[in-house]
T-cell receptor
Framework: SQTIHQWPATLVQPVGSPLSLECTVE??????LYWYRQAAGRGLQLLFY??????ISSEVPQNLSASRPQDRQFILSSKKLLLSDSGFYLC??????????FGSGTRLTVV | GQQLNQSPQSMFIQEGEDVSMNCTSS?????WLWYKQEPGEGPVLLIA?????ELTSNGRLTAQFGITRKDSFLNISASIPSDVGIYFC??????????????FGKGTKLSVKP
């Protein structure tokens, strides 16, 4: 069966520090992968998506970047965090059908 | 671009009450999905609808694909405290959208008083 792993679950980082969040998927190949951000427990904002290794599309220009070094690995990064980067970050994947499967999320607090 | 409008934004109900929420769009959708997000977790798919007029149940949850293909409804019967969470509708853009990227509504936040 397919599973998605996302870590860490929570993170507190100072302003100006770097960020690396990792997401891996098991039990499938060539999935579409997504990074979402959710502020204040409300709507889901699509940040990046990837349809294959090395292929990254950015939906919103910002202080973040994404990379897909392997088929089932998706990484969200920042060189210097801003206070406004705080939020709940969700990774998701989809295969043939449209139903997304989400990871359990990372709560990022920038202080 | 295409948008999904969910209402109500939030609901405060008593345990045992029935709940109704809906999702509308100015554009046609060919698939409607309903997700539930519990506090501190990622959204989980509840029900998927693929055909106009389709009515699908998952336990106490029932969702309908509107016949105009521009709306969908989710009902929860006899609510219980564990129904608390944010309910999102979602669908793939019909034409000219990003490849396979779902559009999500802003969610309906449900609170249940025991």
């Amino acid at each position: 069966s397919q599973t998605i792993h996302q870590w860490p679950a929570t993170l507190v980082q100072p302003v100006g520090s770097p960020l690396s969040l990792e997401c891996t998927v098991e039990g499938t190949s060539n999935p579409n992968l997504y990074w979402y951000r959710q502020a204040a427990g409300r709507g889901l904002q699509l940040l990046f998506y990837s349809v294959g290794i090395g292929q990254i599309s950015s939906e919103v220009p910002q202080n973040l970047s994404a990379s897909r070094p392997q088929d089932r690995q998706f990484i969200l990064s920042s060189k210097k965090l801003l206070l406004s980067d705080s939020g709940f970050y969700l990774c998701a994947w989809t295969g043939v059908n449209y139903g997304y499967t989400f990871g359990s999320g990372t709560r990022l607090t920038v202080v | 671009g295409q948008q999904l409008n969910q209402s109500p934004q939030s609901m405060f109900i008593q345990e045992g009450e029935d709940v109704s929420m809906n999702c509308t769009s100015s554009s046609i959708f060919n698939t409607w999905l309903w997700y539930k997000q519990e506090p501190g977790e990622g959204p989980v798919l509840l029900i998927a609808l693929y055909k106009a007029g389709e009515l699908t149940s998952n336990g106490r949850l029932t969702a309908q694909f509107g016949i105009t293909r521009k709306d969908s409804f989710l009902n929860i019967s006899a609510s219980i405290p564990s129904d608390v969470g944010i309910y999102f509708c979602a669908g793939p853009p019909g034409y000219g959208g990003s490849q396979g990227n779902l559009i999500f509504g802003k969610g309906t936040k449900l609170s249940v008083k025991p």
